[in-house]
């Protein structure tokens, strides 16, 4: 990888955190609905999203911000999403939980848990019939390895040698259940075995090894008619469930992850590679941070939908 | 030109031909490869087209959804389950899942997915192989409902669901698979969305579909011989359901009965009274009646399953106390 792809990946785990910071900021002013915030789990979506095409699919989940500007989302449409307005990704209709770009080949978020792993599944059997060298990076949290449409689409995906690559989000927790406490074995990625595809453990808030895990698994494995590949990232989400949840989870819990900052990380990181400087980063912050203001600028000043709107592409 | 086929030949013929016409349509479901499919409406095909033909683990859930997916990446699936009582573990896919997609992408992408299989009782199949669920699904914008009773209109109606551009669910009564009738040589496709009137009649309008169309048939043959002129509405499609027919055979006949085999509360028979009820009120003569099943799981002794299910003489004792 050179060093404008590393400043890239910079770039892309800042802007996330710098949009769900504001976010949030803007559910408390009044932004309609919820929203589940990606902060902690930067390096997942960028590290994996860097190691494909634009061509390549992926699907999302409801904590799903992040794994959209990993795929090259404009800010100003996920806010205005986010803000319902007719700008938005998907025209007010989706908002914070069902926000996804077809165009970049975001094959949905979703807000139900799992539900997203056949669809991602089905989608490599398109590329697999069309013979094609695409993948799919399929997105999901620990709570979705427990539901049946995990079993289920990752046996076919086996079966049929589907280029999909199953990528855990692994932050412990489903809403507010410690999910250790409800799964009978403690790494996600020994499931794999029970379907005889290799199962990888990567630390989910190192950016550069998610991207190298998911690129073998892309580039050695999916795009060669190998099949698919589980990948179990071991990451936390700083914040509540949704944003202005309760929050259960230890002090200490929270302050050692807070600590494995994977943008702190990947800056020291890059600092110490003599890719960047503190000049170089303060140019960097100040723009995403002017982005971000521009994406809430062009959200509020956005039209909302028609009332008619609501009655359109029920059919297509 | 015409020939004479099954319910089954026909529908084996509306996907053979779609498959023919558009590489795009993939088969997808349990048993339908080599094995030619429990009810053998695939039978042959995997022959002719078995690398578009895939067939599954028994994971309803697992592979209804990567019909969606092959669907979002321009794939026309063809799912079969092969009993529809299995829907229910399917359902989330069909609901939350292709009901919702191009609505929520802001109509950016199109679910063009059809989910087809056998339903229905009278075969002593008991509680959980003879469920109707076509009320259900009618119930949800976004999907589209199919429920034919000939092969002439099973055929002409998988092929425009096939080629439709959103998820159709498609009910085939197993009871239906093995009985004949007049299919054209030459090819055809039945519009969704319009009911065919099987018999004229001028005294009573039974308005039903499906298997419950021969036994209304039945039942009307019977009340011939008595004097009172039965018309039959088949809905062939109960989601988008043809409004129009319903009520301008209620405006010639003035009584309207409807037949369904499934329970009747929130079901399509309810939707049917509610149009008559608004739209054509001053057409009546008497009141809406029903006739679907008892509201009992369907049982598996003969005789339990006929007191539950409707019987030709219920459509003829009804319909004379609506005459009379």
């Known amino acids: 990888m050179d060093t404008q792809e590393k400043i890239e990946m910079y770039i892309k785990m800042l802007k996330i955190r710098y949009f769900e910071e504001e976010a949030a900021r803007q559910i408390r002013s009044g932004m309609p609905g919820f929203i589940h915030s990606y902060v902690g789990e930067e390096a997942v979506a960028v590290g994996a999203c860097s190691a494909i095409r634009e061509d390549d699919y992926i699907t999302s989940t409801h904590r799903g911000h992040g ?18 307005k007719i700008t938005g990704y998907n025209k007010g209709r989706g908002g914070s939980m069902h926000i996804a770009a077809y165009e970049l080949g975001v094959l949905g978020a979703n807000g139900i848990v799992g539900g997203g792993i056949p669809i991602a599944t089905g989608a490599g059997l398109s590329i697999k019939i069309d013979g094609l060298d695409k993948v799919v990076l399929c997105f999901f949290g620990d709570g979705a390895v427990n539901q049946g449409t995990f079993h289920e689409a990752i046996n076919i995906a086996a079966v049929y040698k589907l280029p999909v690559i199953y990528i855990c989000e692994n932050n412990l927790y489903g809403v507010g259940t410690y999910q250790p406490s409800v799964r009978s074995v403690e790494n996600i990625a020994d499931k794999a075995s029970g379907y005889g595809i290799p199962g990888e453990i990567v630390d989910g808030n190192d950016v550069l090894s998610v991207y190298e895990v998911t690129l073998e698994a892309v580039e050695n494995r999916a795009r060669k008619g190998e099949g698919p590949t589980l990948i179990e990232c071991k990451t936390y989400r700083w914040y509540t469930h949704f944003e202005g949840d309760k929050d259960d989870r230890p002090p200490k819990e929270i302050a050692k992850w807070k600590a494995k900052d994977p943008i702190k990380r990947f800056r020291k990181h890059l600092i110490t590679e003599g890719i960047l ?13 002017k ?12 039209p909302e939908p028609e009332k008619e709107e609501a009655l359109l592409d029920v059919y297509h | 030109m015409a020939k004479e086929l099954t319910f089954s030949e026909a529908l084996r013929e509306a ?14 479901g349990i048993d339908i490869g080599p094995y030619g499919g429990a009810f053998k409406v695939t039978e042959g095909l995997y022959k002719k087209y078995g690398n578009r033909i895939f067939d599954m683990p028994i994971s309803e859930a697992g592979y209804t959804g990567c019909g969606v997916g092959a669907a979002m990446t321009g794939k026309r699936p063809v799912i079969e389950l092969q009993f529809t009582d299995w829907i229910t573990i399917a359902s989330d896919q069909l609901v939350n899942q292709a009901a919702n997609i191009s609505y929520m992408l802001a109509g950016k992408v199109s679910i063009s997915l059809v989910l087809r299989g056998p339903c229905g ?19 949800i914008p976004g999907l589209k409902v199919i429920t034919p009773s000939t092969p002439y209109d099973a055929k002409g109606l998988l092929k425009s669901a096939i080629r439709d551009n959103n998820p159709v669910i498609f009910f085939e009564h197993r009871k239906l698979y093995y009985t004949k009738g007049e299919v054209p040589d030459k ?29 209304s048939l039945e039942a009307a043959n019977i009340l011939a011989k008595d004097g009172i002129d039965v018309e039959i509405v088949d809905l062939r499609t109960v989601s988008p359901i043809d409004k129009n027919t319903i009520l301008e055979s209620v405006k010639r006949t003035n009584r309207l009965l409807i037949v369904q085999e499934a329970w009747a509360r929130c079901s399509v028979s309810s939707e049917v009274a509610a149009i008559v009820a608004q739209d054509g009120i001053e057409y009546l003569d008497a009141p809406i009646r029903r006739i679907t099943a008892k509201e009992a799981p369907i049982p598996f002794s003969p005789v339990l399953e006929n007191y539950v299910l409707p019987q030709v003489e219920d459509i003829i004792e009804v319909t004379k106390e609506m005459i009379d």
């Open chain 1, 291 to 302: 982005e971000v203001a521009d994406a809430v600028k062009f959200a509020l000043e956005s």
């Open chain 2, 15 to 28: 996907i053979d031909e779609e498959m023919a016409r558009d590489e795009s349509v993939i088969l997808i």
């Open chain 1, 67 to 84: 794994h959209l500007i990993a795929k090259g989302a404009q800010l100003s449409k996920m806010m205005a999403e986010l803000w319902g």
């Open chain 1, 277 to 289: 400087n503190d000049k170089k980063d303060q140019e960097i912050i100040s723009g995403i941070k």
């Open chain 2, 121 to 139: 009782g009278y075969d002593n199949a008991a509680a959980q192989h003879s469920h109707n669920f076509e009320s259900w699904f009618s119930f």
């Open chain 2, 187 to 215: 090819e055809y496709t039945i519009p969704i969305g319009v009911a065919d009137i099987k018999r004229n009649g001028k005294d009573l309008t039974i308005v039903t579909y499906s298997y419950m169309v021969s036994k």
